[in-house]
């Protein structure tokens, strides 16, 4: 995790991702989706994270970047209300 991650949202999103291919997911919270890298990080020392994974299948993503298995979804998100929304991790 980035020590200037924000909560994107307390909510994790489904995606499906394709085995073999990479994808760079978003570790600082402030990508538009909260998912995916956009280059929003660039005001931060955050990067994103690059993953590939195994089976092609839908995956829960972590959006509120505290997950203790980022990028997947592990729970943590119910730990935040909305108003924690944009705040510091």
């Known amino acids: 995790m980035c020590d200037e991650a924000i909560v994107a949202f307390n909510k994790p999103?489904?995606?499906?991702?394709?085995?073999?291919?990479e994808y760079?997911?978003?570790?600082?919270?402030?990508?538009?989706?909260?998912?995916?890298?956009?280059g929003s990080h660039e005001v931060t020392k955050c990067l994103p994270k690059k993953l590939v994974v195994e089976k092609t299948k839908p995956y829960?993503?972590?959006?509120?970047?505290a997950s203790k298995n980022f990028?997947?979804?592990?729970?943590?998100?119910?730990?935040?209300?909305?108003?924690?929304?944009?705040k510091k991790v």
Not at 73 to 80: A, R, W
């Open 13 to 21: 999103k489904g995606e499906t991702l394709e085995a073999g291919k």
């Open 24 to 38: 760079l997911i978003c570790q600082c919270g402030r990508s538009k989706d909260g998912v995916f890298c956009d």
């Open 60 to 65: 829960l993503i972590c959006r509120c970047k």
């Open 71 to 86: 990028p997947f979804c592990d729970g943590t998100h119910s730990f935040y209300s909305d108003s924690d929304i944009g």
